[in-house]
């Protein structure tokens, strides 16, 4: 008598299919880190050239160094980033070293916000944010289009809503 594999009795479910932030965010916050890390350099060079002299100008350096290494992470960093709809609840993955899936169940969500703040609105991005009863959930999705969000955000609502209608 042959004992060949048994076949799973359940069906599996497909592999999610992920999207991927767009570009945008990437941008803006890579202009930022160049900006900001840029002003420092500027400062700290000129400062420190005309209180100690020029060789101490050289510290000055410093900042512009963290400036590559900060491109290099920014670059990583928003790669990690993507989500998936499923069936039954929303996927948002991210991280480099440390990989963390949040898994939100769409009968659980309380409330779906879309939030631009100024630099967002200037590169045409939003976030969406996902509250739900657990007060630890730091489900939001950064950089989106903000016509993404929308769109994310009224499905989200109403499969929210469809799923939760028999509590």
Not at 29 to 37: I, N, P, Q
Request: hydrophobic content about 50%; overall charge neutral.
């Amino acid at each position: 008598m042959e004992t060949g594999s048994r076949e799973d009795t359940q069906p599996r479910e497909a592999e999610p299919v992920w999207t991927a932030l767009p570009p945008g965010l990437l941008r803006m916050r890579r202009l930022l880190l160049v900006v900001w890390l840029g002003i420092l350099a500027l400062g700290l060079g000129l400062l420190l050239g005309l209180a100690a002299g020029a060789p101490w100008a050289a510290f000055a350096l410093l900042p512009l160094a963290l400036l590559v290494w900060g491109w290099l992470l920014t670059g990583r960093n928003w790669r990690s980033w993507r989500y998936a709809e499923r069936a039954d609840d929303l996927l948002i993955s991210r991280g480099v070293m440390w990989r963390k899936v949040t898994v939100v169940p769409y009968g659980r969500m309380q409330l779906v916000e879309v939030t631009s703040g100024p630099v967002e609105r200037h590169f045409g991005l939003a976030s969406v944010q996902l509250h739900t009863a657990a007060a630890a959930t730091d489900a939001t999705i950064p950089g989106l289009d903000p016509a993404e969000a929308e769109r994310l955000r009224d499905r989200l609502t109403e499969l929210g809503e469809a799923r939760s209608a028999g509590l």
